[in-house]
Nanobody, 119 residues
């Protein structure tokens, strides 16, 4: 059983930056692909970014490419999401999630952290 705890959400003005962090425990971190998802009110959950154990060639959703950066530190069991040039449409609850590298579905989820971008 993997536990994920996010932190770093908050209120920021459009154009600003936030950094989200997620700490994992209870599993072998290197075996998991880590992902960041978000869900805005009335909208479906969408994937924001994902990163493999090696950190190479991370995936980004189209709406955040060039503005968000995902990184991981396998020694500290953490994954981070640096969000720059934030827009009001980035407002959502952001979730950290992970899946084993041999699985296709994200099995473990954090509790979520609210990000609000004011215009």
């Amino acid at each position: 059983q993997v536990q994920l705890v996010e932190s770093g959400g908050g209120l920021v003005q459009a154009g600003g930056s936030l950094r989200l962090s997620c700490v994992a425990s209870g599993g072998t971190f290197r075996q998991y692909i880590m992902g960041w998802f978000r869900q805005a009110p009335g909208k479906q959950r969408e994937i924001v970014a994902a990163i493999s154990w090696s950190g190479g060639n991370p995936f980004y959703g189209d709406s955040v490419k060039g503005r968000f950066t995902v990184t991981r530190d396998n020694a500290k069991n953490t994954v981070a999401l640096q969000m720059n040039r934030l827009k009001p449409e980035d407002t959502a609850v952001y979730y950290c999630a992970c899946r084993h590298q041999i699985e296709t579905e994200y099995r473990y989820w954090g509790q979520g952290t609210q990000v609000t971008v004011s215009s």
